[in-house]
């Protein structure tokens, strides 16, 4: 027998609350729109509020100050399923304290959420490290603020929770060839996932309900720091960045293997010295 869709089984729309719809977030909420889904969206601008109902989200305006701040938060955190999606501010000398106390401000409020897909980073791991399994040690504090909020949530028990951690993001309005600087070692591995992937591997995970997980969220090849940022040069029409070159760092190639082996997932954009949009 068939199975009949929600709208033929008389049943609710899948409903889930994503906070931070930018550059990641939005894009995953108009996928899920798409399918369907019932979809509330957080930004910190009220300017964005008119873009999100043009896309069929319903709009909250919330902040983390790191207290969650905003009209309506009781109607926001009424979603049985939660993406947390904000940058942890990696510039703010004070990012550790800032978003332990915001894991912490959310999920005393997340007393109806039951699933929580968290958008982490692949910084969390040390320079030689690469799998889900290895212990993580993160060199940078941004890095350990991810990682003491990936603890924070995967120890409470009154929701699951899958972390997604993402190399490098690129794509669209973020063109790589003006990433590079004097400082990046150029005889390094790029650790990239186009935002294609990073929309689709998302939403994999939610409308399969894909829990307690962990999982890198990077492409499969890894060029050279000096062969990739040369190529994004050029295909933006810019000169080649000078890059130094020390071959004595370790050189870190993030695995996505337990993703593609968990999910069967097959990337869109797998090589990034590939040109993409």
């Known amino acids: 027998m068939q199975r009949g869709t929600v709208s033929q089984l008389g049943m609710e729309k899948p409903t889930i609350s994503i906070l931070g719809c930018g550059y990641l977030g939005l894009p995953v909420a108009q996928a899920l729109v798409a399918k369907g889904w019932r979809v509330r969206g957080s930004t910190t601008t009220k300017q964005r509020l008119i873009s999100l109902v043009e896309a069929g989200i319903e709009p909250y305006l919330l902040r983390l100050t790191p207290r969650v701040e905003g009209p309506a938060l009781d109607d926001f955190f009424r979603s049985e399923q939660l993406f947390i999606n904000f940058p942890p501010g990696r510039r703010r000398p004070d990012v550790e304290a800032f978003l332990?106390?915001?894991?912490?401000?959310?999920?005393?409020?997340?007393?109806?959420?039951?699933?929580?897909?968290?958008?982490?980073?692949?910084?969390?791991?040390?320079?030689?490290?690469?799998?889900?399994?290895?212990?993580?040690?993160?060199?940078?504090?941004?890095g350990r603020a991810l990682l003491d909020a990936e603890a924070q949530l995967a120890r409470c028990q009154d929701f699951s929770t899958t972390i997604l951690r993402f190399g490098g993001l690129y794509g669209y309005a973020r063109q790589p060839g003006r990433f590079a600087h004097a400082r990046t070692n150029g005889a390094a591995r790029v650790n990239l996932v186009h935002r294609d992937d990073a929309?689709?591997?998302?939403?994999?995970?939610?409308?399969?309900?894909?829990?307690?997980?962990?999982?890198?969220?990077?492409a499969d090849r890894h060029p050279t720091k000096d062969a990739f940022y040369r190529q994004a040069a050029a295909w933006l029409g810019q000169p080649a960045p000078v890059l130094h070159h020390d071959p004595t760092l370790p050189v870190r190639r993030i695995s996505n293997a337990r993703l593609k082996r968990r999910l069967g997932y097959h990337f869109l954009h797998p090589d990034p010295m590939v040109r993409a949009p």
Do not use: C, D, H
Request: a neutral charge; hydrophobic letters at 50%; glycine letters at 2%.
């Open 199 to 218: 929309v689709a591997v998302t939403v994999r995970v939610l409308e399969e309900s894909v829990r307690n997980e962990v999982f890198n969220v990077v």
């Open 100 to 142: 332990s106390a915001a894991i912490k401000a959310l999920i005393a409020r997340m007393t109806g959420v039951r699933f929580v897909v968290f958008a982490s980073s692949t910084s969390v791991y040390a320079a030689e490290q690469a799998t889900e399994r290895e212990a993580t040690a993160p060199s940078t504090a941004s």
